[in-house]
């Protein structure tokens, strides 16, 4: 499986963006779907998953109440829907799938990735 991510820009603090990470090749009902940042200088973190249905969904603790992590498998796309971002919120973030039967907040669990896309947060 392929996977694309877009939606990264630049916003305000408060403000909100939708991150989308669509892919092709296979259909993702087949995997768990998760969510990593990487700050520059900094390793890359977790930030959200989701089970193969979408029935199950965890966060780090860094973002639960802000972001929520949504698929809709009709469309073969995972969605990341951030609010109230913070400048500390600043990151590339990265999909990934994981053809395990369950999710996992470690990142050497997910097979596939995606190119990555740019979100930055001003003060």
């Known amino acids: 499986v392929q996977l694309q991510a877009s939606g990264g820009g630049s916003v305000q603090a408060g403000g909100s963006l939708r991150l989308s990470c669509a892919a092709t090749g296979r259909a993702i009902r087949s995997y768990a779907m998760a969510w990593f940042r990487q700050a520059q200088g900094k390793e890359r973190e977790f930030v959200a998953a989701?089970?193969?249905?979408?029935?199950?969904?965890y966060y780090a603790d860094s973002v639960k109440g802000r972001f929520t992590i949504s698929r809709d498998n009709a469309k073969n796309t995972v969605y990341l829907q951030m609010n109230s971002l913070k400048p500390e919120d600043t990151a590339v973030y990265y999909c990934?799938?994981?053809?395990?039967?369950?999710?996992?907040?470690?990142?050497?669990?997910?097979?596939?990735w995606g190119q990555g896309t740019q979100v930055t947060v001003s003060s």
């Open positions: 990934a799938a994981t053809s395990r039967l369950s999710y996992s907040s470690s990142s050497n669990r997910y097979d596939y």
């Open positions: 989701i089970s193969r249905s979408g029935s199950g969904t």
